[in-house]
T-cell receptor
């Protein structure tokens, strides 16, 4: 079974600074997807960024980028120029390959609470 | 609003009562998932539907839990004889073949 571990329960950052959230995972599959989701307080979870395991290039979405190390099974999220609106719980998630028996379901880590200080 | 909607948003019940949650997915999405999220933790998979067929159930889904998706549209999650340990946020998500879109969740408090 796949597992996802986020070892940082809480992180904080000053507005306009950069912060990196860590995630490691365990799987025996070679083809899979990794995601970072953001869950603001009392709000729905939204996708921040995704990475296909077969792609060596790290994904980027505006101020968000990842450092995907497949051999180390590591998938960290870097938030540049942090904004107050980035404050939320962030979840790392794993999904098996399309068409597999995982049916597209996500396995989540425990989450990291990000606080942004003005 | 064309997103995933869940009802009710909050439910307070006494131990032993039955509760039912409803999820309306995005209309063209054929896949529907239920997750449970306890305070400060990541969501845990409960069950998955493809159209009206329930294709996978987690071991977390005890016999007190039942989910349906008649006609492959909305879905219901019923918990019978609720226990205090059932207190959690119940999240619904839908997808067509890729990204999962989540609802805002239904928070259950069992007294």
């Amino acid at each position: 079974a796949q597992t996802v571990t986020q070892s940082q329960p809480e992180m904080s950052v000053q507005e306009a600074e950069t912060v990196t959230l860590s995630c490691t995972y365990d799987t025996s599959e070679s083809d899979y997807y990794l995601f970072w989701y953001k869950q603001p307080p009392s709000r729905q979870m939204i996708l921040v960024i995704r990475q296909e395991a077969y792609k060596q290039q790290n994904a980027t979405e505006n101020r968000f980028s990842v450092n995907f190390q497949k051999a180390a099974k590591s998938f960290s999220l870097k938030i540049s120029d942090s904004q107050l609106g980035d404050a939320a719980m962030y979840f790392c998630a794993y999904r098996g390959r399309a068409g597999g028996t995982s049916y597209g379901k996500l396995t989540f880590g425990q989450g990291t609470i990000l606080t942004v200080h003005p | 609003d064309t997103g995933v909607s869940q009802d009710p948003r909050h439910k307070i019940t006494k131990r032993g009562q039955n509760v039912t949650f409803r999820c309306d997915p995005i209309s063209e999405h054929n896949r529907l998932y239920w997750y449970r999220q306890t305070l400060g933790q990541g969501p845990e998979f409960l069950t998955y539907f493809q159209n009206e067929a329930q294709l996978e159930k987690s071991r977390l889904l005890s016999d007190r839990f039942s989910a349906e998706r008649p006609k492959g549209s909305f879905s219901t999650l019923e918990i019978q004889r609720t226990e205090q340990g059932d207190s959690a946020m119940y999240l619904c998500a839908s997808s067509f073949s890729g990204e999962l879109f989540f609802g805002e969740g239904s928070r259950l408090t069992v007294l």
